[in-house]
């Protein structure tokens, strides 16, 4: 029973690139949640999604970064224009219910911005 | 808005001593926390879930505890051993809303 899934491992990009972070939940969980770790920073939420729906997306910087979770298929956060301040650890997790259950979090993307 | 504390930043301990890591938060409406353990450039590892209604949940060596009308909770790690080194992250659940919120972590070192 795989856990949460979440691809590339690593990802370098140039400044003004676009990055794609793809993260597939546990089998049998429907709530998929994106968290940033900037170094030495403590975790920050910035959105809950299930499927084809966005529940809550206020900790999402409001220009550049989108989040989708389709019917079929991972979820995907999508940052455009890339700048170094990106530069984090991305980390995904589920849930099989949106309240009482605690997380499962993916092994993380960091991404590197040069 | 909910904060979280965790103290201390770093701890440091010879093998097989018992210890103890702490985590506050400022309100105590929570639905639920739960203690994950972090090591170097890796994700999470889920420790324990302790509901708002529970006072405390075991597994092996850690028992966490939560006492939700002070707005505390601590991890116990019996008799340390140098593979518990890695930073512990305490994450709260509010009542209302989506997120957790976590503190900055403890990080831990048991030297052989």
């Known amino acids: 029973n795989a856990g949460v899934m979440q691809n590339p491992r690593h990802l370098v990009r140039r400044r003004g690139q676009e990055a794609r972070l793809r993260c597939s939940p546990m089998k049998g969980h429907s709530h998929v949640y994106w968290y940033r770790q900037l170094p030495e920073e403590g975790l920050k939420f910035m959105v809950y999604?299930?499927?084809?729906?966005?529940?809550?997306e206020s900790g999402m910087p409001k220009e550049r970064f989108s989040a989708e979770f389709p019917k079929e298929g991972p979820s995907i956060l999508r940052i455009q224009q890339v700048v170094r301040g990106d530069s984090a650890a991305y980390f995904c997790?589920?849930?099989?219910?949106?309240?009482?259950?605690?997380?499962?979090f993916g092994s993380g993307t960091r991404l590197t911005v040069v | 808005k909910q904060e979280v504390t965790q103290i201390p930043a770093a701890l440091s301990v010879p093998e097989g001593e018992n210890l103890v890591l702490n985590c506050s938060f400022t309100d105590s409406a929570i639905y639920n926390l739960q203690w994950f353990r972090q090591d170097p450039g890796k994700g999470l590892t889920s420790l324990l879930l302790?509901?708002?209604?529970?006072r405390e949940q075991t597994s092996g060596r850690l028992n966490a505890s939560l006492d939700k009308s002070s707005g505390r909770s601590t991890l116990y790690i019996a008799a340390s051993q140098p593979g518990d080194s890695a930073t512990y992250l305490c994450?709260?659940?509010?009542?209302?809303?989506?997120?957790?919120?976590f503190g900055t972590g403890t990080s831990l070192t048991v030297i052989p």
């Open positions: 997790a589920s849930s099989i219910t949106g309240t009482q259950g605690g997380y499962t």
């Open positions: 999604l299930q499927k084809e729906n966005i529940i809550d």
């Open positions: 994450a709260v659940r509010p009542e209302t809303g989506n997120q957790f919120y």
């Open positions: 302790i509901q708002s209604s529970q």
